[in-house]
């Protein structure tokens, strides 16, 4: 059984860069096939794919969030890291980690797989 959890701070000021960890546990990051994606939700609001990092440690990410977004990774501790810059209030959200096989890159698109397990999710509050 995978197990994710996010964990960082709840509320950012606007400007700052929002940093959240997912720790990983039952599985590794490295397992051939496997994506681990960072996935948010603004109140009221659908569920955003941000980005990804599969694998090989290969990174993708939404178009609309590719200039603020960045996904790393620590293999020694098996957990990834998303660090979104320049936030402002729009950017508050439940933020998730979860993983789901590799999606498909196909003509310069990254085509998201779907998810097979979550974390349980961590609201982050932009504001001064």
């Known amino acids: 059984q995978v197990q994710l959890q996010e964990s960082g701070p709840g509320l950012v000021k606007p400007s700052q860069t929002l940093s959240l960890t997912c720790a990983v546990s039952g599985g590794s990051i490295t397992t051939n096939y496997y994506s681990w994606t960072w996935i948010r939700q603004p109140p009221g609001k659908g569920l955003e794919w941000m980005g990804a990092m599969i694998y090989t440690g290969n990174t993708f990410y939404s178009p609309s969030l590719k200039t603020r977004t960045s996904i790393s990774r620590d293999t020694s501790k098996n957990q990834f890291t998303l660090q979104l810059s320049f936030v402002t209030p729009e950017d508050t959200a439940v933020y998730f980690c979860?993983?789901?096989?590799?999606?498909?890159?196909?003509?310069?698109?990254?085509?998201?797989?779907?998810?097979?397990?979550w974390g349980k999710g961590t609201l982050v509050t932009v504001s001064s």
């Open positions: 979860a993983r789901g096989p590799k999606g498909t890159f196909y003509g310069g698109t990254y085509y998201p797989g779907f998810i097979d397990y």
